[in-house]
């Protein structure tokens, strides 16, 4: 599996968002992570489904959409029809999990399914022959800027034993302090695809920025 490079939208200037998405191919970045909060699942609001149709004007990368909501089910459709190609739910949400992810895969994209840091892998480990990713979170969900929790790379090793082991076709996300330094562990453990926002965002150059994560 190849490395890919999703930088986060919630670090970006929100007055100049057209033109911070429409950059990021220019950068190097393969995807673009919009991280939808309601409140309520996590103690933060930022955006939703007109955001996401909004910016898919703005470039071809791929959509990569982690809601971070309560009741993911109920918007699942409607996220798919504003432009996403990933949608990522989360395991500790209310709803039916699986159906949620059959609802994804059935809107024609690929399904994610995230855990917090306070979730063991072991719980989630039905669901993955309905997931295309598994996003480990390293910090707790909410905002932007926080620490790298290091004893998150067990999961990530864990997970990779898994799926290696299992013969899934699942790449693993990671998301929370990710810089070239917390990339490289994650790495390391089996991640590849690394969410970024503040490290990228804040770079006085993002396309170096990008490249020391790759």
């Not at 599996?1 to 999703?6: F, H, R, Y």
């Not at 971070?68 to 709803?95: C, L, N, V, W």
């Not at 898994?162 to 302090?177: C, F």
Request: charged share 25%; net charge negative.
């Amino acid at each position: 599996m190849s490395v890919k490079i999703s930088p986060s939208i919630l670090s970006a200037d929100f007055a100049n968002m057209g033109v911070a998405v429409s950059q990021l191919a220019d950068w190097g970045a393969d995807w673009v992570h919009c991280d939808v909060m309601d409140g309520v699942f996590c103690p933060n609001i930022t955006f939703g489904i007109p955001m996401i149709k909004a910016i898919r004007k703005y470039t071809d990368l791929p959509l990569d959409v982690h809601l971070m909501i309560q009741q993911p089910d109920k918007y699942i459709e409607r996220f798919a029809a504003a432009g996403a190609d990933i949608i990522t739910i989360h395991y500790e949400s209310d709803g039916d999990t699986l159906e949620s992810l059959k609802k994804i895969k059935s809107a024609g994209i690929k399904s994610g399914l995230s855990v917090k840091p306070g979730t063991s892998f072991e719980e989630v480990k039905k669901y993955l022959k309905y997931t295309d990713m598994l996003l480990i979170m390293t910090v707790e969900p909410g905002f932007g800027g926080q620490k790298f929790m290091v004893e998150m790379l067990e999961k990530i090793r864990c997970a990779k034993s898994y799926i290696e082991e299992n013969k899934l076709d699942i790449s693993i996300q990671v998301d929370g302090g990710i810089n070239s330094e917390t990339s490289a562990l994650s790495a390391e453990a089996g991640a590849e695809i690394f969410v970024a926002g503040n490290y990228l965002f804040k770079a006085e150059n993002m396309k170096s920025a990008v490249e020391s994560l790759r």
